[in-house]
Nanobody
Framework: QVQVVESGGGLVQAGGSLRLSCTAS????????MGWFRQAPGKEREGVSS????????YYADSVKGRFTISRDNAKNTLYLQMNSLKPEDTAMYYC?????????????????WGQGTQVTVSS
């Protein structure tokens, strides 16, 4: 059974920081592209960031460039998202997902394994 579990969400003030973590089990972690997605109420789920198998390529949505950093530790089967200078518009449920297919911009349909999400709320 593949399990993907996110942690690290919470309530922060605008300008603050959070570090999200994602652990995966039941799969060969370094065979998978990993990504972070988010979904706010009433909005479509969108790709935030993704990282290739060994971290040699990354993607960031324009809205988070310069503020968020994605990384992975394959020895620990763990994915991270460092979120700095948070804004109220970053408020969403954040999901970790795994894909066997790399694209310069992640597509939802490519990601077959998903966590249940961790809530990030940024107050103004």
């Amino acid at each position: 059974q593949v399990q993907v579990v996110e942690s690290g969400g919470g309530l922060v003030q605008a300008g603050g920081s959070l570090r999200l973590s994602c652990t995966a089990s039941g799969l060969t972690f370094d065979d998978y592209v990993m990504g972070w997605f988010r979904q706010a109420p009433g909005k479509e789920r969108e790709g935030v960031s993704s990282i290739k198998w060994n971290g040699d390529s990354t993607y960031y949505a324009d809205s988070v460039k310069g503020r968020f950093t994605i990384s992975r530790d394959n020895a620990k089967n763990t994915l991270y998202l460092q979120m700095n200078s948070l804004k109220p518009e970053d408020t969403a449920m954040y999901y970790c997902a795994a894909s066997t297919w790399w694209r310069p911009k992640p597509r939802l349909a490519d990601f077959g394994y998903w966590g249940q999400g961790t809530q990030v709320t940024v107050s103004s």
